[in-house]
């Protein structure tokens, strides 16, 4: 199985914690992608949280290609951080030559936009700069959205940490919320795209388990949004149905797992809102999940989200202080950056509910 797992804090944290949240489940990774998104971020992006940042990892090239589309399409870079990395011998990483993250102001005739066409502008592009970068296998875009990082790569979830320097508490990274995963590949080839955390319009996710209705979903999603594009996993699949509920249907977080694992007829027929269930079952049935799965998501305004299949077959815990609510996949996680904790306060998500955690910590049931 793979693990995840997510940080919600009052304050900045660094990466480090969420590192130390993973290792400690070493076992449930294979070294086939690491890979974190960091939002209401601090540190060296701390000013330029209203400017969009690029994430990515290219060749020398991409760079190039990049900085010729972005400028040919209005962007102004305003800011960037490089790492420093640490190339030290014998680090289990497939590094890629250059990684950039860089913050652009929008272009002029977007600065007094609606803040929908900003959002259709920032999409397009990450999607035009995924294809410019394929068409000679010159790199990857990840995200570009504001106040978003994201860090994918291939290799021991440790020795990647080493080769960014991210067990370093320098201040340089430092955000309130960190969704992370460390993979184990089951079912589909080992790429940087496949690496979890995936993120949409603001969207995050990042799931441990299978997806069995993979190719019914994907056949379906295809024809519902533009940005529904290259399922290089199953789980692929979680994110475009939570960006299509919320996003485009714009439905409350209650009716996401009624649509992913919907309850029997004979039990929808017992209840008062019968109508409006019946209605998602046969509506959406082709975004229906099965399979032993846990996922984790974030939200466009960093509301966390955590839910099980319906069988409950993939484990996960949610356990907090006064600073910080953890999501992970074992207990052993939590321990480790929360040994102090009322552990009577930990949650065992059940396979009939949604955990909503809000940004002042406070933690909602969803009953399905």
Known sequence: MCRIGSIKSLEPVPPSVALRLMISQQEGHDNSGFAMVMKDLAGAFLHYKNFPLLSMACTGRGVQLVNEYMEQHGFVQVAQWVPEVDRQPN?????????????????????????????????????????????GNDGYVYSFWPDVLTLKEIGDPADIATYFRLWDDDSRLLSRNI??????????????????????????????????????????????FRGYIGFESDSQNFLYSLHYVLHEL???????????????????????????????????????????????GMLPDSTMITCCDSKKLRPVVVARDEKMVAIASEVCGINEIMPERDTARDIYPNERELIEIRNDLEIVRWKQ
């Open 250 to 296: 714009k439905w409350p977080i209650r009716y996401f797992k009624h649509v992913i694992t919907p309850l029997p007829f004979a039990e929808i027929e017992a209840r008062p809102d019968r109508e409006v269930l019946k209605l998602i079952r046969e509506s959406l049935a082709h975004l229906e999940i099965n399979g032993p799965n846990t996922i984790i």
């Open 91 to 135: 680090l289990k990483i497939e590094a890629m030559p250059r990684y950039v993250f860089r913050n652009y102001d929008y272009p002029e005739i977007y600065r007094y936009r609606t803040q929908a066409e900003r959002e259709d502008l920032l999409l397009d592009t990450r999607l035009a700069l995924r294809k410019l970068l394929e068409e």
């Open 179 to 224: 969704v992370v995963q460390c993979r184990q590949n089951t079912n589909y080839a080992i790429v940087r795209y496949a690496a979890h955390p995936f993120f949409l319009q603001g969207f995050t996710l990042c799931a441990n388990g299978e997806n069995t209705f993979f190719t019914k979903n994907m056949e379906f999603q295809k024809s519902l």
